[in-house]
């Protein structure tokens, strides 16, 4: 009897089930009333009285052990079921995926850092502006053509409401309610009547900055713009000024950066010139430091502005300005790493 017993536990302990209604027919083969282990209470009558208490014991330990065995299988396939039909609230739930900042965002933060490393503050002016703040006070004639309608958004009724063409509008709104020494950057957006195509849009974004202090000089300029350029654009980089025009600047440069993607060698991003153009500057005109109310014989200052979009496109050789104002996701996702 004993090693019937036996027997049978090993047989159950080797039992597996492919199907969930398997489960029931094992109850029934073992644990019901005539199942194999039900029967064994039957035989226990015809055991001798001295191993009564032995044999006993043994069937009520296999009885325990197959129950035990088949919730277990059955519970197993619950278990599994439940997975499939995705009603197992213990999963963890679906990532929600997380956006990542725009490119342009990107790249200014990173200008704004490094000005901010030398000390310049941040300050923002209107997006609607007026003839005075975006060019008379800067000193463009009136016959200027930037004040013409074909490169500046007027308000038809009322010419003297514009959308500002630059940041340098910026500039003058500062120097207005700030006496020297004025060391501030101005990011912002903004636009131009211009036709949109690869390499221009309506809308787009600029920093602007600004020194104004008593002994300014062009070498501070050129050595800001230079810890600049190799802070963004590594530390290799050169820069080249070349003499330029701009009515609120007297002397006025272009400044050139090394191309960083081929170290100056030439490629189709520099086209094979080895620079990439990327600021206008300048030492601020005293005709602009006196229309803002600013002593011209005590204060010399330096002013230069840059396309957030144009650096953004030479940093990582992007071809089409208007990347940046559709949205595309698979566009976007590129610069998540730069986050
Ligand atoms: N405002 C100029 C533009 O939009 C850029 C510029 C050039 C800004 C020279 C300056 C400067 O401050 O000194 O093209």
Same mark, same amino acid.
């Given at each position: ?210 020194? %104004? =202090?008593? #002994? $300014? ?9 230079? !810890?600049?350029?190799?802070? /963004? ?50 030492? %601020? =005109?005293? #005709? $602009? ?9 005590? !204060?010399?200052?330096?002013? /230069? ?35």
């Amino acid at each position: 009897m004993l090693d019937k017993i036996k027997a049978l536990k090993e047989e159950i302990e080797k039992i597996s089930v492919s199907a969930k209604e398997d489960v029931e027919e094992l109850r029934i083969k073992y644990i019901s009333k005539k199942g194999l282990v039900g029967q064994l209470f039957n035989e226990f009558k015809d055991v001798p009285a001295d191993l009564k208490k032995e044999v006993g014991q043994a069937i009520n330990d296999l009885k325990d052990f197959a129950v035990n065995r088949i919730n277990e299988l059955k519970d197993n396939f619950e278990a599994a079921g439940q997975e499939q039909s995705g009603t197992d609230l213990t999963m963890p739930g679906d990532p929600i995926r997380l956006g990542s900042r725009h490119p342009l965002s990107v790249v200014k933060n990173e200008i704004i850092d490094i000005f901010t490393r030398l000390g310049f503050t941040i300050a923002e002016g209107p997006e609607i502006e007026d003839d005075w703040h975006v060019f008379s006070a800067l000193n463009f004639p009136p016959e200027h053509p930037a004040r013409d309608m074909q490169d500046t958004f007027f308000i038809e009724k009322n010419p003297d409401v514009l959308l500002r063409t630059h940041t340098s509008s910026v500039q003058v709104r500062v120097m207005e309610k700030t006496q020297p020494p004025i060391r501030a950057i101005f990011p912002g957006r903004v636009f131009r009547n211009e036709a949109i195509s690869a390499r221009s849009h309506c809308i787009f974004h600029q920093i602007e900055g600004l020194y %104004v =202090d008593e #002994n $300014v000089s062009f070498a501070d300029l050129k050595q800001t713009l230079l !810890y600049f350029a190799r802070e /963004f654009f590594g530390e290799k980089s050169q820069i080249r000024l070349r003499p330029s025009y701009f009515p609120f600047t007297e002397p006025s440069a272009e400044m050139d950066v090394s191309c960083s993607i081929c170290g100056g060698e030439g490629c189709n991003v520099c086209k094979y010139t080895g620079w990439l153009e990327i600021l206008g500057c300048g030492m %601020v =005109d005293p #005709n $602009v430091l006196e229309s803002c109310n600013i002593d011209s014989k005590k !204060y010399t200052g330096f002013a /230069f502005g840059m396309g957030i979009e144009r650096i953004t496109m030479l940093k990582y050789g992007i071809k089409d300005i208007r990347h940046f104002f559709e949205n595309d996701v698979r566009f976007l996702k590129q610069f998540e790493s730069a986050n």
